[in-house]
């Protein structure tokens, strides 16, 4: 078994003793506690945006699902008819008509990919309490679920920060940096008719040039708490 494949499945078990957890504490006529809230970070190649979350996710005790770990469930039958066996009826229900929605009368590049990655995401929001990484996922769940980040830094840092973290020779590094912004522009403007550096797209934009992590780290949770609060009560 892959280390992916590792990942998963602990991240499905995690949601399996949550799931009876909640069952377990539920009493009549009480509405059961909401999932904890999912984080997206979107970033750019050399930020550390993927440092960021990992940091995030040590702190409040959750994993990081990376893009490849996203794909991977997209792409396995079995993985994506476990998440969605997750969910109640009532969201399964509204979860398809979401979706269907989504892509009626639309022509989208690698429909197919497309149409599972809606179904992943939104399955994850639902069960919460993940760190995803990249693929989109402020696009997919909009303002009104998760809490966004984009994580950014100016070029010339990048380029250390590949050559210190990822021993990239220079011109290697500002090669790396330039394709990746080109090629995840690209992706999103396909994908999702959207603009990946667009700042309304996230709850909040961190340039990571000057920010260590570790003491920014607890500033991010508060804004999600603070966000999660007032979309829950938002008359407070």
Known sequence: MSSIDNIINRQFRIWESQIAERKEGEKPHIEPPPPQPVITISRERG???????HKLAERLG??????????AICGSTGYRKQIVEY??????????LTVSSIFSGQAFDHADYVRNLY????????????????RGGNFILGQSRG???RVVCPRDKRIENLMTFEQMPRDSAAV???N??????????K??????????QYDLVVNSAYIDADEFVQGIIDAMKRKVARLQNPCA
């Open 47 to 53: 930020s550390r945006g993927a440092y960021f979350g």
């Open 62 to 71: 959750y994993q990081c699902l990376h893009r490849e770990i996203i794909d």
């Open 87 to 96: 969910l109640d009826e009532h969201y399964r229900s509204r979860l398809e």
């Open 119 to 134: 179904y992943v995401v939104l399955s994850m929001c639902r069960l919460g309490g993940v760190v995803l990484i990249g």
């Open 147 to 149: 809490f966004h980040i």
């Open 176 to 178: 790396a940096v330039d």
């Open 180 to 189: 990746s912004d080109s090629e995840r522009r690209e992706w999103i403007r």
């Open 191 to 200: 994908l999702f008719k959207a603009d990946i550096n667009d700042p309304h």
